[in-house]
């Protein structure tokens, strides 16, 4: 079963520019939730999707927004870049039946310069 | 606002000793925890769950969960240098507007010492 692939590994992208990462969750399960984690905050919550609807959000601002496509693919988008968003992005996938448990890909590390 | 707390550490312990990993939570009706490992750079990887009260083992791992209290700990026996990470709890919750979420403490480092 193959596990839950995120693209790009690595990005490098200037202030004010705008970028879109990409999630491709386990087979079968619809959730994809996407998280922030940088050294002194740890794992932030962005937002969830679920048979692409966003689901929950957390507390950060606009510029951060995602989507669902009908295979459960999910990307997350970052308008107008801050050197503030430079962060390892994750996503996890959950299918919320059985046992519920979330898988994290490899995580996108995006420097803002 | 559900929390998740957990102490920061680091955790430093000998080669070979129990490493005591704990976390509170603050939802009452919280059903389902979780122990994520994180290495430096690395993605959490998963590697306990507990649903009931008491203890679950696996390997040189034990989950303990007591609801009462609301904590639930993470027990590692004959620790190994390879075990030093940055380890998360996190709390499955449920809210009725917006469903199920996943919500993780800010985690312990531990730092297994030759």
């Known amino acids: 079963k193959a596990g839950v692939t995120q693209t790009p590994r690595y990005l490098i992208k200037t202030r004010g520019q705008q970028v879109t990462l990409s999630c491709s969750p386990i087979?079968?399960?619809?959730?994809v939730s996407w998280y922030q984690q940088t050294p002194g905050q740890g794992l932030q919550f962005l937002f969830e999707?679920?048979?692409?609807?966003?689901?929950n959000k957390g507390n950060f601002p606009g510029r951060f927004s995602g989507r669902q496509f009908s295979n459960s693919r999910s990307e997350m988008n970052v308008s107008t870049l801050e050197l503030g968003d430079s962060a390892l992005y994750l996503c996890?996938?959950?299918?919320?039946?059985?046992?519920?448990?979330?898988?994290f890909g490899q995580g996108t590390r995006l420097t803002v310069v | 606002q559900k929390e998740v707390e957990q102490n920061s550490g680091p955790l430093s312990v000998p080669e070979g000793a129990i490493a005591s990993l704990n976390c509170t939570y603050s939802d009452r009706g919280s059903q389902s925890f979780f122990w994520y490992r994180q290495y430096s750079g690395k993605s959490p990887e998963l590697i306990m769950f507990i649903y009931s009260n008491g203890d679950k083992e696996d390997g040189r791992f034990t989950a303990q969960l007591n609801k009462a209290s609301q904590y639930v700990s993470l027990l590692i026996r004959d620790s190994q240098p390879s075990d030093s990470a940055t380890y998360l709890c996190?709390?499955?919750?449920?809210?009725?507007?917006?469903?199920?979420?996943?919500?993780f403490g800010k985690g312990t480092s531990l730092l297994v010492t030759p």
């Open positions: 996190a709390v499955k919750t449920f809210d009725s507007n917006s469903g199920y979420a996943l919500n």
């Open positions: 996890a996938s959950t299918s919320w039946t059985g046992e519920n448990r979330a898988f």
């Open positions: 087979s079968g399960h619809r959730s």
């Open positions: 999707y679920f048979s692409e609807t966003q689901r």
